[in-house]
């Protein structure tokens, strides 16, 4: 409730815009090509965009031979979320994120919950005025210590994503992204500095599953994560279980064990239930069966935190310490009831609990 409060009162501040060409924001990384078309370099898809079109994403238009990010400056979601929504179970626990997203993709997941603004352009949505010194503004008198780049992809806002970082690293606000994790090296390389902590979505382990489910790639996924660990980004991974899609056990078993290879036992995994919805509304919910399945997998794996998402209440959204076994923050949904890591230790054994708790 005090969450829809502070949305209604954001829309009265800040005011509800229809769209116009005024203080475009001209986008980062593209080239010019022949025929005043531009090559965009954000990510993998490295579009080709004709004069007065967009790129794939929907997010990004040539005008007159410049590429432009059409949200910048213009989210489409607003709003104070809990850090567990994100989710980050192992990065400041408890703490409120100030969440902003503008509209578009560059991925076509057919399972999206919020298609109605991924697979559309900023053109076509309702959009606040909101710059990227007013995002740290709201942020700091809402007492959010942590900025959310979520809801859609925040790679296809990419400018007014790192404007909107480095504001808020200066003004000492930790900044967070939930991503699909489909971007190029360069820019990629370039936002890192000033993001603290990312959920993936690592939304299988197969090519094909990523081509005919997702419209991307795995590999280029794959790199970002590397390049994440390897910039000291905190990381936690969210896979959605599609029933009859990448819920096997063997791609299960190659997920996790490549979790653990490249990122580390410590790394969280949060199973989450596919619920039917956008182009699967055919299918069923994922059965509690196949979560606990894939609880167990990882597991056996070797990996540390196991996470079970979008079933509320349920045994698997607790952390529990890896070498006592006892429950070290009790969540029921969103909600933390109970922390028992002190100067990020199990407060009954000592063991150190991977994450970042300060």
């Known amino acids: 409730m005090k969450i829809r409060i502070f949305i209604t009162i954001l829309v009265l501040c800040v005011g509800l815009i229809s769209w116009c060409d005024e203080h475009l924001k001209e986008a980062l990384f593209y080239e010019k090509a022949d025929n005043s078309a531009v090559k965009c ?10 004069e007065g079109k967009y790129g794939f994403c929907r997010a990004r238009k040539n005008t007159g031979g410049v590429l432009y990010s059409m949200g910048y400056g213009r989210p489409c979601s607003v709003a104070i979320d809990p850090m567990e929504k994100k989710p980050l179970f192992h990065y400041l626990p408890g703490s409120k994120t100030f969440s902003i997203a503008s509209a578009g993709c560059s991925l076509r997941c057919l399972f999206c919950q919020n298609w109605q603004i991924s697979q559309c352009s900023p053109e076509q949505t309702r959009n606040y005025n909101l710059l990227p010194e007013e995002v740290v503004k709201l942020a700091k008198e809402k007492n959010c210590p942590v900025i959310a780049y979520t809801y859609s992809e925040p790679v296809n806002f990419y400018e007014y994503m790192l404007d909107t970082a480095i504001i808020a690293k200066q003004s000492g606000i930790k900044n967070i992204m939930h991503t699909a994790g489909y971007i ?10 000033y993001i603290d902590a990312a959920n993936v979505d690592l939304k299988g382990f197969s090519q094909e599953y990523y081509r005919n489910v997702c419209g991307a790639d795995l590999e280029s996924v794959l790199q970002t994560l590397k390049i994440m660990k390897k910039n000291k980004i905190w990381i936690e991974i969210t896979t959605l279980l599609v029933p009859g899609y990448n819920d096997s056990s063997e791609e299960l078993k190659n997920l996790c064990n490549w979790i653990k290879t490249n990122l580390g036992p410590d790394t969280p995994l949060h199973f989450s239930r596919f619920y039917p919805t956008y182009k699967l509304v055919h299918l069923t919910s994922t059965p509690y069966q196949t979560l606990e399945k894939a609880h167990e997998i990882a597991k056996q794996c070797g990996l540390k935190y196991v996470y079970i998402g979008n079933v509320y209440d349920n045994p698997y959204e607790d952390t529990k310490c890896p070498k006592c076994d006892k429950i070290i923050i009790d969540r029921k949904g969103f909600e933390i009831i109970e922390n028992n890591i002190r100067n990020g230790k199990c407060r009954f054994c000592g063991t150190k609990i991977a994450g970042v708790w300060h």
């Open 41 to 50: 370099n954000l990510c993998p898809k490295n579009c080709l965009i004709p």
């Open 184 to 193: 190029n090296k360069e820019p990629l390389e370039k936002l890192l500095p």
